[in-house]
């Protein structure tokens, strides 16, 4: 499989880490953990399907998906191409004025939150191109022409800083107190501005910073004690809740 990024043109860095171009020649399945932030996807060839326990439904072939509480399930058919989008902590708000947190847990069609009429000709522009940075280019002008002005959130920017420079371990309340605002609207801002409760997303940040210590001689009992979980059944039990499986099995594979 195929998974190359590429940095965005200067003008979408402040709202977007870096584009994809991923493709796979043959079928298969695959997990997705829990991000901190969007994705968008255009498909130019083959399809993607999200899979759960009953069925396998396909997603748009201009879709967005938005900050997840669990792994999703993806197959693609064989000889399946995409460009992926993702997008800053509160890079999507600065494209639409859909609430962010009405994204959760979805993953949609584009033209729920854009004009119908410009993903469309996104879309057949993409499956008319014949290379890679043609492609890129098709979408990074689709994105440049959505771009709307907004007044930076300093204080949610402030709360982000705080929850990865405590590796998602901080204590909500404790963000409250330094930024001397109380939870309720602060709580309405994160949800409307990231996606999700600031709690849930710093869960997220503390889930790759064990990801990280996954690949350390760290004993699962000192990983566990480091990134403040209470104990191993907590740790083991948020674990399979974002990955399906026990840290113990994770580890082994890796």
Same mark, same amino acid.
């Given at each position: 499989m195929r998974f190359e990024k590429i940095t965005p043109i200067d003008k979408l860095q402040p709202y977007i880490k870096y584009l994809v171009i991923s493709e796979a020649q043959e079928e298969q399945q695959y997990k997705v953990f829990p991000s901190t932030a969007l994705v968008m996807g255009f498909q130019y060839k083959g399809k993607l399907l999200i899979c759960n326990a009953e069925d396998t439904n396909p997603l748009a072939t201009a879709g967005i998906t938005g900050l997840q509480? =669990? %792994?999703? !399930? %993806? @197959?693609?058919? /064989? &000889?399946?191409? /995409?460009?992926l989008v993702y997008f800053t902590e509160v890079g999507i708000s600065y494209f639409t004025d859909c609430p962010v947190n009405e994204l959760f847990n979805q993953s949609?069609? *584009? #033209?729920?939150?854009?004009? @119908?009429?410009? !993903?469309?000709? =996104?879309?057949?522009?993409?499956? &008319?191109?014949? =290379? #890679?940075?043609?492609?890129? @280019?098709?979408?990074?002008?689709? +994105?440049? &022409?959505?771009?709307?002005?907004? @007044?930076?959130? *300093? *204080? $949610?920017?402030?709360? +982000?800083?705080?929850?990865?420079? /405590?590796?998602? =371990? $901080?204590? $909500?309340?404790? $963000? &409250?107190?330094? +930024?001397?605002?109380?939870?309720?609207? %602060?709580?309405?801002? %994160?949800?409307? *501005?990231i996606g999700t409760s600031p709690k849930k997303f710093a869960s997220i940040v503390r889930f790759y910073a064990v990801l990280d210590d996954l690949n350390t001689p760290k004993t699962l009992t000192e990983i566990a004690y480091e990134n403040n979980f209470f104990d191993q059944a907590h740790f083991i039990k948020d674990f399979k809740v974002f990955t399906g499986e026990s840290p113990e099995h994770f580890k082994k594979k890796s």
């Open positions: 509480n =669990t %792994f999703k !399930v %993806f @197959k693609n058919t /064989s &000889n399946v191409g /995409s460009i949609i069609a *584009l #033209d729920y939150l854009f004009d @119908k009429n410009k !993903v469309a000709e =996104t879309e057949d522009r993409l499956a &008319n191109a014949l =290379t #890679d940075a043609a492609r890129i @280019k098709i979408v990074e002008k689709f +994105l440049l &022409n959505e771009i709307k002005e907004r @007044k930076e959130d *300093l *204080l $949610i920017i402030e709360a +982000l800083k705080l929850i990865y420079a /405590s590796k998602g =371990t $901080i204590k $909500i309340q404790e $963000i &409250n107190e330094k +930024l001397a605002i109380s939870q309720s609207p %602060f709580e309405k801002r %994160f949800r409307k *501005l």
